[in-house]
């Protein structure tokens, strides 16, 4: 202890303890006298100045550094801290200086400089990445608006309209929405122009419920804690309930949700919140769901495979979506549409369609709905490619098309234009379309439709809709 009691480190004697623990520390420290002649100066300071000990000392600090805060602090008698500096390009350092009193004696001043040149370097990097990820991120959200609004989701069908209208309607409201109908209709392209319209900040996070196994789906859904059990990432994982805060989650599939998951859903969904497996820390979870199934979700709920309550939840606003075989009249410009799209795609001149190429699309019976037409019309395209051909005749149409001709169940429409068949499968989708919403109640459905009851039946029978 002696040797702190009797140091003075501008003297001659310097305490060989203190130095070693001065000399041990990362910061550059440097001490000069009241009249700024430097008289420490440690070996940080030595490796980040590149100037030797001997060469300093004894020295005026400004012969070295012309713009050295000692002189300063000195003179105001004032210390600074944290003070950004760059003593040559590419070079940080981050000071703090004060002045050192003895005995209420001004006796000099001291710095510590810290190198913090990997650190500027390092958020530089940080930066310039961030600003990439904003340009990509404005990108995609550019090419997103462009491929999923409404303005993308074609057709004229009258009880398609109807669903478009409804969707927009309800699409700035946080209501929950259940889309339900035939696969390849557009239940996603709908959830998605949905999300895009109700300018919700979050993000659109789809998680089809089909194509996870039953036991991953609650860490996926939740996701977990750090370690939260073996196999589990050791930094957790966040899960697209989460994901989805202030967005919009879309549970594809929702009559394959595990019936064990139904209430925990159904809790999110009631107080706002949840939490990690493995975590007790409650999460904001501000999520407006989209549901889309392709099955009778209330016969599933009397059959007892589908909770209740999660039902009613989730059926607020209910969109049914045609299939392709009831909105034919929407056939023709799909086909162009997709016809356009393709030859673009694959760089080839615009496609004509021979009328008899589109009379077999109008009375096939689509069973994949349009993805299976977007299906036949790519293949066609890249057929003709390397063929020479303006016009898409019945030779590049796939056997299952041209079969179906004969065994169509459905009539075969001479003219699409033609009024009275216009006007008769418009009254056609209506009644369907009612049908379905009153769940075949009759006498409902008559009085929705505006028409006597007898009227009905009489128009169930020539649509052949008898069940
Ligand atoms: N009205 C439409 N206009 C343009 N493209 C459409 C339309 N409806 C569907 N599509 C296209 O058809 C394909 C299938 O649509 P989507 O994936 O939304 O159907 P889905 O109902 O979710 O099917 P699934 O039940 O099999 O998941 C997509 O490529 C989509 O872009
Ligand atoms: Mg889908």
Not at 9 to 30: H, P, R, T, V
Not at 165 to 186: M, P, Q, W
Not at 366 to 384: H, P, Q, Y
Request: hydrophobic share 35%; proline share 3%; aromatic share 8%.
């Amino acid at each position: 202890m002696s040797d702190y009691n009797e140091m003075n480190i501008f003297g001659e004697k310097c305490g060989e303890l203190l130095k070693a623990i001065l000399d041990s520390i990362n910061d550059a420290i440097c001490v000069v006298d009241e009249n700024c002649i430097t008289r420490y100066w440690n070996k940080a300071a030595e490796k980040l100045y590149q100037i030797e000990h001997d060469n300093i000392i004894n020295k005026h600090i400004k012969e070295f550094f012309p713009n050295s805060l000692l002189p300063k602090i000195i003179k105001e008698r004032k210390a600074y801290d944290n003070i950004y500096n760059s003593p040559k390009e590419g070079c940080y350092n981050v000071i703090s200086a004060s002045p050192l009193y003895m005995n209420g004696r001004l006796v000099g001043g001291i710095s510590l400089d810290r190198d913090v040149t990997e650190f500027i370097k390092t958020s530089e990097l940080l930066v310039k990445a961030q600003s990439n990820l904003n340009v990509l991120e404005h990108e995609i959200s550019i090419i997103n608006k462009n491929r999923y609004s409404f303005s993308q989701i074609f057709g004229n069908n009258k009880v398609f309209r109807d669903s478009i209208r409804l969707a927009r309607d309800i699409s700035k409201s946080n209501i929950n929405v259940l889309i339900t109908s035939e696969s390849g209709t557009g239940k996603e392209l709908f959830a998605r122009a949905i999300h895009l319209e109700s300018g919700r900040e979050g993000y659109f996070v789809p998680i089809n419920c089909s194509a996870i196994p039953n036991e991953l789906i609650e860490s996926e859904l939740f996701g977990y804690s750090a370690g939260a059990f073996t196999g589990a990432l050791k930094s957790g994982k966040i899960g697209k309930i989460e994901l989805a805060h202030n967005g919009t989650l879309f549970l594809d599939e929702i009559g394959e949700m595990p019936l064990g998951m139904q209430p925990k859903i159904l809790r999110v969904l009631e107080n706002g919140e949840m939490t990690r497996i493995g975590s007790e820390k409650t999460i904001k979870a501000s999520i407006r769901v989209i549901a889309a199934t392709n099955k009778d979700l209330s016969k599933m709920v009397d059959e007892g495979s589908f909770r209740k309550d999660l039902y009613y939840r989730l059926n607020s606003v209910v969109i049914n979506l045609p299939p392709l075989r009831e909105r034919k009249d929407d056939i023709p410009l799909l086909v162009n549409r997709f016809v356009e799209d393709y030859c673009m795609e694959y760089g080839i001149n615009i496609l004509g369609i021979a009328p008899e190429v589109m009379d077999i699309f109008i009375n096939h019976n689509w069973e994949g709905n349009i993805r299976e037409l977007k299906n036949v019309i790519e293949r066609i395209v890249v057929l003709t490619k390397n063929n020479n051909t303006d016009v898409i005749d019945s030779s590049f149409l796939p056997k299952n098309l041209i079969g179906n001709k004969k065994i169509n169940p459905y009539p075969k429409q001479e003219n699409i234009f033609d009024l009275n068949n216009i006007l008769n499968n418009a009254e056609r989708e209506a009644i369907i379309n009612v049908m379905r919403s009153t769940r075949n109640n009759k006498s409902h459905a008559a009085k929705l439709l505006n028409i006597p009851r007898s009227t009905l039946y009489f128009k169930l029978k020539k649509h052949n809709l008898e069940k």
